[in-house]
C-alpha cells in the first residue's frame, strides 16, 4: 500500500509477519446464556524507525454481559515501512501524518486479528464472538 503525504513524500506498508503471542479458551464454570459479548481492545504501536518497520500488537479480552472472562487473543503484526526517512518522523510538524499512519497500521492490525480469532475459536462458544466493526482512530496515542 502506498501512501503519499507530499510529491517526493510517501511510504509503502507491506506486511512483514504476523505472531500469534497468546490465545485462551475460559468454559465458564455457570454457563449463562449468551446475548452478545463485550470486547476489550488494547492496541501498543512500537515504531523502530531504525528497521523501517512497526510492531501492532493487538490484544482482545472477550467477556460476556456479567463480566467474566471467556478468552483472549494477542498477536503482533508487524509492518515494513518502506520510506520512513523521508518522513522526518520526530519532527512535531508531522503530528497529523503520524496520526495517519497509526491509523491506517492500527486498521489493518485489528483487521488481521479479527481474521485470526474467527478462525481459531471456530466451533467453540466463542464462534460467534466476531470482532465487531470499530474506529481504529481511538487506539491511537495521543501527541502529548
Request: proline share 5%; glycine share 4%; with cysteine.
Amino acid at each position: 500500500m502506498k501512501i503519499e503525504f507530499a510529491p517526493q513524500k510517501f511510504v509503502e506498508l507491506e506486511f512483514h509477519s504476523i505472531d500469534v503471542v497468546g490465545c485462551a479458551l475460559t468454559i465458564p464454570y455457570t454457563p449463562a446464556t449468551r446475548k452478545g459479548f463485550d470486547y476489550l481492545i488494547e492496541i501498543d504501536n512500537s515504531v523502530v524507525q531504525a528497521l523501517d518497520h512497526v510492531v501492532v500488537t493487538v490484544k482482545v479480552t472477550i467477556k460476556d454481559h456479567e463480566d467474566q472472562q471467556l478468552g483472549y487473543y494477542k498477536a503482533h503484526c508487524m509492518i515494513n515501512v518502506h520510506g520512513f526517512s523521508v518522513l522526518d518522523w520526530n519532527n512535531p510538524a508531522n503530528a497529523a501524518m503520524r496520526l495517519q499512519l497509526a491509523t491506517i497500521w492500527n486498521s489493518i492490525a485489528i483487521s488481521t486479528v479479527r481474521g485470526m480469532m474467527f478462525s481459531e475459536f471456530k466451533g467453540t462458544l466463542l464462534h460467534k464472538a466476531i470482532l465487531p466493526i470499530v474506529n481504529p482512530a481511538q487506539y491511537v496515542p495521543s501527541e502529548d
